[in-house]
């Protein structure tokens, strides 16, 4: 996975699109990204943060993800900015 920027930077980021997006349908691909994130973040040492606090965004950005139910992901919506 390339990324631009710092783990903990993505995680905020990927946090702030997935609350943006609270309630409405996201597209796979962003919800497929956001799982892939934070495979990355697990196994990736951080260099950027204090692991405790890439472990908070992680479980933040998880909760997140775990609270969408799946009608709320539609097979057929549009790509999302997931900046």
Known sequence: MELHGTIA???QLAIRSAR???N???HPDTIAY???L???ARLTPSEDAMPTAVDALVQTLQTEIS???APAIA???QPTDIS
């Open 9 to 11: 930077e993505n995680l």
């Open 20 to 22: 943006r997006l609270r």
């Open 24 to 26: 409405k349908a996201v």
């Open 34 to 36: 956001w799982e892939e």
């Open 38 to 40: 934070l495979r990355e």
């Open 67 to 69: 609270d969408r139910s």
């Open 75 to 77: 097979a057929n919506a």
